[in-house]
């Protein structure tokens, strides 16, 4: 049976967005504590797949995963796209503005900012691995807290939910790929996504995004993160639409891919709609 690994635990947004896209397949699921973790497992041949958080509407990119894919041996072999709907929850009997600690992913307090400035302006938030991990340590904690996640995190871990749908906007969206050793064929309604860096030469980058525009391609996304290298120095992630096996996608990564100073192609898979 397939190995499907996830960032858990159980009742986080991956949980979530795992059960959706596996429904109705005959796959074993494997939690995982972080985003290196999992796709650390992956690389290692323990499980087949991943599905890890990309890119969120309001607070965007997930550095983690980012960092990751741009280094690994891994292709993205597909892609879902779920609504996050945000809710404070702490223990039964706990009101609202009793809380003096919030324990929450760094994820969502970016997604819910200005409800918690509001709200809890003086209460400490503090990070944690996972939106579930968050609701454990409420559980544990002697002190009045809460948390912050998905309904059915507080249903899994007997949590009340003090108010419900917190996000600053309601089109709050969240990206996940699903990672693989594998390829994807060409659907005709594809994707395709690579990593690079462009040559420290005036003019580069715009010589690169230009080849887009040779071809004809539309160019859905772009997207910048440190080389971590020397400061100042980035590489580049983009999303186009069109498979690897399209002759105007092919030539058109080809030629980027002589331009670069660093190239990675990270998979062409079918679009979420």
């Known amino acids: 049976m397939k190995k499907v690994g996830f960032l858990g635990p159980k009742g986080t947004f991956s949980d979530e967005a795992y059960k959706i896209y596996y429904k109705n397949k005959e796959i074993e699921p494997v939690e995982y504590m972080t985003i290196n973790d999992a ?51 702490a223990r039964f009997g706990v009101e609202k503005q009793e809380i003096k600690t919030i324990y929450t992913h760094p994820q969502p307090v970016g997604q819910c900012r200005n409800y918690l400035n509001k709200n809890f302006n003086n209460v400490n938030i503090v990070y944690t691995d996972s939106t579930t991990l968050g609701a454990k340590l409420v559980l544990e904690s002697n002190d009045v807290c809460g948390a912050i996640g998905a309904q059915n995190m507080a ?59 040779l071809w004809d391609i539309n160019l859905t996304k772009i997207e910048s993160r440190p080389s971590k290298e020397k400061l100042g120095q980035y590489i580049f992630f983009a999303d186009m639409e ?18 670069t100073s660093f190239y990675k192609f990270l998979g062409s898979y079918p679009k979420y709609v």
């Not at 983690?64 to 945000?86: G, R, V």
């Not at 069109?242 to 058109?252: N, S, T």
């Open 242 to 259: 069109g498979h690897i096996e399209d002759r105007d996608v092919f030539d058109a990564l080809t030629m980027i891919q002589r331009k």
């Open 155 to 213: 249903k899994i871990y007997g949590l009340e939910i003090l108010e419900y749908n917190i996000s600053d906007n309601d089109n709050n969206e969240t990206r996940f790929i699903v990672l693989s050793k594998g390829a994807i064929k060409r659907t005709g309604r594809d994707k395709t996504s690579i990593v690079f860096s462009a040559e420290d030469k005036p003019g580069s980058l715009y010589k690169i995004l230009d080849i887009f525009s």
């Open 39 to 89: 796709i650390f497992a992956l690389e290692k041949e323990k499980i087949q797949e991943v599905i890890v958080p990309i890119e969120n509407s309001i607070e965007g990119p997930v550095s983690a995963t980012l960092d990751m894919i741009s280094t690994s041996n891994l292709n993205i072999i597909s892609e879902i796209i779920i609504p996050i709907k945000l809710n404070l929850m």
